[in-house]
Every structure is written in C-alpha cells, then in structure tokens.
C-alpha cells in the first residue's frame, strides 16, 4: 500500500456488495502515524451477518388449543366450525337419561427443526372437575422436511379431533394436551356443561 501524502490519518474507502438497497460506498477516517493512505475494500452483507445458533435442546411444545362444534384438520390446515365457546348447554330428554354430546378439539403443536422426522405421541384428555379422566385419545404425529425448508426452522402440525361424549352431569371439566416425554407441554381448556330440559312434546 503506498503513501500519497504525510498526515496523520488514513482514508479508507469500503464497496458494500449485497441488494440493491444495501450497497454503496462509505469512507470511513482513522488515525494513522505520519502517513495518508487510501485503499479499496470490499465487504459482503453475508460475511458481517452473524446467524444464530440452532438449538438443539428445544422441545415439540403445543401453540394453542381451542373447543369447538366440530374440527376437522386437511392438508396441514383445520377446519373449525362454532369454535372458543367455554359454555356447553346440551338438550337433556324429558324423563332423564344421558345425551350424547358432539364436540371437538383443534391443537397446534410446534415441531423444532431435530425434532422432525421423528414420532411424538401427542394425548388428549378430557377430565372432570374431580380431575377423573373420562377419555384419553392419543394421537401420534410426525412433522417432515419438506425440500424447501430452511435448515433451522420450526414445523407447525395441525391436529383436529371430533367426538360424541357423553358427560355423566352439569358441571366444569376440562380438556388436556400434553406431548408424552416433553415437560411443560400441558395445555388447557375449562368449559362447563348446563343442561337443558327438553319440553314434551304435545299431544
């Protein structure tokens, strides 16, 4: 590098190469001992852009949950008809007797990147207000690779659940997901059950 003069900086001229929106030139003056030096460097975006470490130890976690009518789940999509209701009033028959109720559950569980191609046993439970558990679903998931995913990124698996219960009485139950093996995986969903007395029918 040779000196063009004797001051006591240097000027030195950087050619950022990257988008369009990105480059350009800047000049940047720093001390320097008797000598004036100018030079051209050249910097790319992806040499200063740090990328963060993947983590390894992240865990299969569930997003969300949500009760609904009725949920069905198609090509990595749900289908959730009268969905988020937190109060269930089921038509009870004139005499007594128990009345099936049709309900269902939609989950979305986040898959990590080490943790695709691998089988996670997802469970669904439906309790009481005493925490008896009236049903237990399991429910195995698989989350791929799709060639077009970055390395790196997180898989979201859509789960759709549809069933008739028949609940003993009124009352608060809950439904519970949870990934088996996976701690603090649980979620849930408190809603209560009122019945209604059907009128008879005339004669």
């Not at 992806?46 to 009725?70: F, G, R």
């Not at 009870?92 to 049709?102: E, F, K, N, R, Y």
């Not at 695709?116 to 309790?127: A, F, G, S």
């Not at 005493?130 to 399991?138: E, Q």
Request: aromatic fraction near 6%; charge should be neutral.
């Amino acid at each position: 590098m040779k000196p063009i003069n004797t001051l006591s900086f240097v000027l030195v001229r950087y050619n950022v190469v990257g988008p369009k929106s990105h480059e350009g030139q800047f000049h940047m003056i720093i001390p320097w001992a008797n000598h004036f030096v100018q030079c051209r460097n050249e910097l790319t975006l992806d040499s200063v852009k740090k990328e963060k470490p993947m983590k390894i130890s992240q865990p299969v976690t569930i997003e969300s949950i949500l009760l609904a009518n009725h949920v069905e789940a198609a090509d990595g999509r749900l289908f959730i008809s009268g969905g988020g209701w937190s109060i269930l009033r089921r038509p009870v028959p004139q005499g007594g007797g128990m009345a099936l109720s049709h309900i269902g559950v939609a989950v979305i569980v986040a898959v990590p990147w080490h943790q695709t191609n691998i089988q996670h046993n997802l469970k669904i439970e439906l309790r009481d207000e005493d925490a008896n558990v009236l049903a237990s679903i399991p429910v195995p998931i698989i989350a791929g690779r799709p060639a077009e995913l970055r390395p790196g990124k997180i898989q979201y698996v859509s789960v759709g659940l549809t069933t008739d219960i028949p609940f003993p009485r009124a009352g608060d139950y809950e439904v519970v997901v949870h990934i088996e093996g996976s701690d603090d995986s649980e979620r849930r969903w408190v809603f209560q059950v009122v019945d209604i007395q059907q009128l008879a029918a005339s004669a």
